[in-house]
């Protein structure tokens, strides 16, 4: 009987019924929580592990020599465990490297400091420049929020999240490489470079 209720949630994913996802949500979200929070992470952290988990588990259930081997939860709960781990390591590694980059550079350099902030001013004139939407998805992707819950909070589905984020991106990056002040750095930095 369980397995034939698994099977019917299987099913449910594949064709994204969000009945079978809020199931899903109530029946294992607060064991992830409690996951996250016992290995030193925030709620806010297990509320992205779990989305990130979520959508592993979309896409191994959409593959189509899946066969799940265990029950649904224990191999959600990995999944989920995995991508927090990986979140760990991630967080450790960073903070290795800031450590070493503070550790290794001069305390005032000025030059360093100003490149800095010109390069942010730029950034963020040409961000000041996407339409609303753009905006409003890359600003979730830098909190580093999943893009299932800037899906959720937008009301697009995943698929267009995605999509645009991407287009935004490109679309930024070409801003940016267009600015004239970004050309003039550039122009400097060769003729420094060759002379």
Known sequence: MESQNEGILINGIRDRDDGVFKYLQVKYQNGI????LEMGGSPEDAKDVF???????????DREDFKLTCKLG??????CNKKWK???EKQRAASNYHFRKLDSSPADDFSENYDEELSRDIFWECFGMLDTVCREILKS???EISPMEIARSLGYSYGYVRKKKSIC???????????PVFLRI?????????G
């Open 186 to 194: 550039r122009k400097d930095e060769k003729i420094t470079l060759v």
């Open 141 to 143: 992707y830098l909190k």
């Open 74 to 79: 224990t191999l959600l709960y990995a999944l």
């Open 33 to 36: 929580r409690l996951m996250v």
């Open 169 to 179: 991106h490109n679309y930024l990056m070409k801003l940016i490489e267009n600015n």
């Open 86 to 88: 990986q979140q760990l």
């Open 51 to 61: 989305s990130e988990g979520i959508i592993a588990l979309i896409r191994l259930i």
